[in-house]
């Protein structure tokens, strides 16, 4: 039999309208959590959800529910790695994993488990086995991984897939930055931290089709927020034109001096429009700078707002608080043995 890890776990569910499996998911969750550690609590991010499943949740934490639930109810609908980041900014355990119920294997975290008890801060694990996607998120899906790859060296999906364990010493470190929602995705692979990626195959749960348009404009987020290439790429471009413009107003200055047969009005033309493409290209050269160096200052406001918040009727780290070993006393109105 397996001995429990002397640690406290904090597992993260961000889930949305998933009413019909809440249940059984959160009783197997709970099965499992007390053979693996000593101390646990279950964190549910119901990423505003058009069924029942609030009212489930709360039905589950109340006093004949399960025990160490930690229920966010958020009132508009995020991005899964926003909702993961309720769940993660609310943790109070040593470690953290987050999950899918849909596309990952709870059964795995075991394994996961033992390499973050051994050492390691970060522990990946990557699912062979994916939902059925259409053709074209498939596509765009790749050509993001691609180009993460080549602007970060990292391929996201892959060897920092949203599965995962993470240490509290993580968390905090992604805390101190000002966009943690989205660091937090790429953040614990390229932090320098210790970690482990572990691959395994299983089938999804059901099916979990994405948008398009939502997945783009959070891939294009992630993209300009993690990495300067992209406005550096526009600002090499501003310096090039500023450059070639500049080149070219000398080329027609030294055409006017050097040939006399040149079109009336070509210079004066040639001219104002190289030096009307020199000051635009100067212009867009010092916006991007400015952005590269403000990028970091910029306040969009709350990402989420949690519209309801319970937990467990029956949380048993709780209950071992108030239990008091009392250790046996010799009465002083006992005779001594000789």
Known sequence: MRNQSPIFLTLVFPVRNQSEQLVALLEEANLLLTKLVIDYEIVVVDN???????????????????????????????????????????????????????????????????????????????????????????????????????????????????????????INFILQHPQPAITYRHLPATGGFAKVNLSYSASPKAAHPKQLGESIDRGMRMLVSTTRVPMRLV????????????????????????KTDVAPGWVSMSLQQSGMFFLISLVLLVLGEYILNMVSLQNDGPLYHVGQEFTSARMTRREKLNIETVMPQESPFQPKSD
């Open 48 to 170: 505003s959800s058009d069924d029942d499943s609030v009212s489930i949740l709360k039905k589950l934490s109340g006093k004949d529910g399960l025990p160490n639930l930690q229920i966010y109810a958020l009132i508009k609908e995020v991005d899964a790695d926003t909702a993961a980041w309720v769940g993660l900014e609310n943790a109070l355990g040593d470690f953290v994993a987050v999950i899918d119920p849909i596309n990952d294997d709870l059964g795995f975290l075991a394994e996961m488990l033992d390499k973050a008890v051994s050492g390691a801060d970060v522990v990946f694990a990557h699912n062979e086995q994916k939902a059925r996607q259409n053709f074209a998120y498939r596509s765009a899906y790749s050509v993001f991984n691609w180009l993460y790859k080549m602007l970060n060296d990292i391929h996201l999906a892959k060897e920092a897939p949203q599965y995962r364990v993470l240490s509290k010493r993580v």
């Open 235 to 258: 600002t090499l471009l501003s310096l090039f034109g500023a450059i070639s413009n500049l080149l070219y107003s000398v080329y027609v200055v030294a055409v006017a001096l050097f």
